[in-house]
């Protein structure tokens, strides 16, 4: 088992930052892999990015613009979010996969981002 507490969210506007953080109950180092996801009104959850040991990965509309990393003193999963679009407006979540598993099976209760033109 293991618990997530997102926080960073918030309003900003059109070309600005936000960083999302996700803190851990448990060692990053035992969890196969973190990732962000986001849902849109009306729109299905995606996911945004992943890190695991061995490499990160991104949703293509989001290369470039956004960084995801860990500080595994913290047991913290960051999302750096830059030149963030209206589009970007979401709810954002953490999960956490579990080493040999498929799915994410633990998540945070989710930080609204909301980005103004």
């Known amino acids: 088992q293991v618990q997530l507490a997102e926080s960073g969210g918030g309003l900003v506007q059109a070309g600005g930052s936000l960083r999302l953080s996700c803190t851990l109950s448990?060692?990053?180092?035992?969890?196969?892999?973190m990732g962000w996801f986001r849902q849109a009104p009306g729109k299905q959850r995606e996911l945004v990015a992943t890190?695991?040991?061995?490499?990160?990965d991104y949703e293509d509309s989001v290369k470039g613009r956004f960084t995801i990393s860990t500080d595994n003193a913290k047991n913290t999963v960051y999302l750096q979010m830059n030149s963030l679009k209206p589009e970007d407006t979401a709810v954002y979540y953490c999960?956490?996969?579990?080493?040999?598993?498929?799915?994410?099976?633990?998540w945070g209760q989710g930080t609204q981002v909301t980005v103004s033109s």
């Open positions: 890190i695991t040991s061995a490499n990160t």
């Open positions: 448990r060692s990053v180092f035992s969890i196969g892999a």
């Open positions: 999960a956490a996969r579990e080493r040999f598993s498929r799915e994410y099976g633990y």
